[in-house]
């Protein structure tokens, strides 16, 4: 018996080590942006072996069309024998097998795609998501895979992934793992730190005008909020990546770090530095809310496809939402900056008419087709801002019937709860558990903030926690035709025009270069071409659209030289000042200034 239970420990852990892929990347003309990669399959009998690379990388719901980087594919079997192969589809290699071998693969990839967080090798580092560098089957998609690098001797090797016996060697239990655990590689500076038992790491690449000591000691409040929303942590060892960079901008959400991209300049004011943290705070917030638990439209990933669901604004829209609460509650940021950034957000939802037309389901689903620009503003909205606000929405209304004990916050700590990864939740799951929490259908809530545009009242649902929006003293009303212009030499082009505004209803355009008023040459700023102007009054505008000058009237509407800011409501109410603090965990501004 002893013997049959030696034999099988034996064969289980054969086949373990039998089954693991290994990858492998050799950065030998990084300044030439090309690295090298093989990959060994496990011995497969299949007919045919599908290897892929996937068609978009995780954390940015867009095709990016990975596969073009790819030069010199070449497929051998276990004794070094070439293999027949074809492309099938635009990410997707066949490789035809006559018997049961191994399979080996080699070929060159080219990264020079600093901006898109896939994959960039140059002479001083490569950035390694396995999105862009590492092919996979899905025949051993769920198979132990390590990953060894070949790189300059000076080069430091970081990754939220364990060591594989080498300090530029990693393994994870799975493709899914490895996809999700970004690489950084290169000349880099490298700071570790513990709180709570877990360890953490900040690797930067690239020289700016950061403080690191700042950087620290703020991660270090930062990563003690996770039980202001959760019941515990899902890793032990996180580790966040810093590009200080030119050319690139932007973060990326992983199951056990993050990478963020800054200009190497814009780290030093205080805004910037807002800007960074709250980047973090982000990205950290996505270590539980879609991580660790996710809408079902992205369980599991299917790296080749669009991966569809009408809950993204619940994905990005709330995690933006709580960036700032976890910021005020760790004492990174005060409750003036995080009603500042309120502000802009308010004033920026105010001012897209593309909230007028298109629902948080809509945005969700849409976005993987939904592009930028004049028509966007227009006619959509986006999962970060309208879900943030709509997350507010909810927060504050579960929070006023409750009187501050049931919260947004409850709601996410169940669905960590009940639906932790490989488990995904649906719009049924989100209302069944609004439903347990306070007993009441939110069924018509939903259908009126969710499924249509939402029409926030802000004047009714900051006063519930003692703020409200107001017109800064000394706001002046100024004339505007509803549109958003450019300096372009001697005229002026139109960037934006506001659906249905003066602009519109005259016909006028984007691209559309305004050459006078009243026969008046425009200065270098519209605002100063209408300065002499005011509402009501009827203007001729010369414009020239297709090289040929035109003419057009339209009436000027009413704007104002500054926008609302959301400030604390001096006679708010104890109630009101109660529900700010059950809100935000902070004392009300009014009470914070006695």
């Known amino acids: 018996m002893k013997k049959f239970l030696a034999l099988s420990v034996l064969a289980a852990f054969s086949q373990s080590v039998w089954a693991d892929v290994n990858y492998s990347l050799a950065v030998t003309q990084p300044e030439h942006h090309l690295g090298n990669v093989s990959v060994e399959f496990p011995q497969t009998a299949q007919a045919h072996l599908d290897v892929k690379l996937p068609a978009w990388r995780t954390g940015r719901y867009e095709i990016l069309n990975l596969a073009n980087g790819v030069r010199f594919f070449e497929a051998k079997d276990e004794n070094g ?21 191994e399979v080996n693969i080699d070929y060159q990839v080219y990264a020079n795609e600093l901006g898109k967080r896939a994959r960039h090798i140059d002479d001083s580092h490569a950035f390694i998501d396995a999105s862009g560098f590492f092919m996979f089957s899905e025949s051993f998609r769920q198979e132990p895979v390590t990953v060894k690098l070949d790189v300059p001797k000076a080069w430091r090797s970081v990754s939220g992934m364990d060591n594989a016996g080498s300090k530029h060697s990693f393994k994870a239990a799975n493709y899914d793992v490895l996809v999700d655990s970004p690489i950084e590689t290169g000349i880099n500076e490298l700071h570790k730190f513990k709180v709570d038992g877990r360890d953490y790491e900040l690797v930067i690449w690239g020289e700016g005008n950061y403080d690191v000591d700042l950087m620290l000691n ?40 993050t990478i963020i991209q800054r200009p190497r300049d814009r780290f030093g004011s205080r805004e910037d530095y807002l800007a960074f943290i709250s980047t973090a705070a982000h990205e950290f917030i996505h270590t539980w809310n879609v991580k660790a638990y996710r809408p079902e439209g992205l369980v599991p990933y299917d790296y080749t496809h669009m991966n569809f669901d009408k809950l993204l604004w619940i994905a990005e829209g709330s ?13 990174i940021s005060t409750t003036d900056e995080f009603l500042n950034t309120l502000t802009k957000t308010v004033n920026r939802h105010l001012a897209t008419p593309g909230r007028e037309v298109q629902s948080a389901t809509e945005t969700s689903f849409d976005k993987w087709i939904n592009q930028g620009g004049d028509h966007a503003r227009n006619y959509s909205t986006n999962i970060y801002s309208e879900g943030a606000l709509i997350s507010m929405a909810l927060d504050i209304d579960l929070l006023d019937k409750s009187k501050g004990k049931q919260s947004y916050r409850d709601v996410h700590r169940a669905l960590y709860s009940q639906y932790k990864m490989p488990h995904g939740f649906s719009v049924n799951d989100v209302k069944a558990i609004l439903k347990e929490l306070t007993g009441r259908d939110y069924s018509n809530w939903w259908a009126d903030n969710v499924d249509a545009p939402a029409a926030i009242d802000f004047d009714a649902l900051f ?14 009303a100024v004339a505007c035709i509803d549109a958003v212009a450019k300096n372009s030499g001697e005229l002026l082009t139109l960037t934006h025009v506001r659906r249905d505004g003066a602009a519109w209803q005259a016909g006028l355009t984007t691209d559309d270069k305004i050459v006078a008023i009243n026969k008046k040459h425009v200065g270098k700023d519209l605002t100063a071409s209408l300065e002499t102007f005011k509402a009501g009054d009827k203007v001729t505008i010369d414009f020239i659209r297709r090289d040929a000058l035109q003419t057009t009237t339209l009436e000027l509407n009413e704007d104002f030289d500054k926008d609302k800011k959301l400030v604390a409501r001096k006679g708010a109410t104890t109630e009101q000042m109660a529900l700010f603090k059950a809100w935000m965990g902070v004392e009300h501004p009014n009470l914070a200034k006695k």
């Open 463 to 476: 006063a519930k926690v003692g703020l409200e929006l107001v017109r800064p003293k000394g706001a002046k």
């Open 218 to 257: 703020d991660l270090k409040k930062l990563v003690t909020t996770g039980s202001v929303i959760w019941d515990d942590y899902p890793y032990e060892r996180y580790v966040f990546m810093v590009h200080a960079t030119s050319g690139a901008g932007g973060a990326t959400e992983h199951i056990n770090s």
């Open 81 to 101: 024998k070439a293999l027949k192969w074809e492309k099938v589809d635009a990410s997707t290699w066949r490789v035809h097998l006559n018997e049961p071998t």
């Open 319 to 331: 995690t933006s939402y709580f960036e700032d609460h976890l910021m005020v509650r760790a004492g």
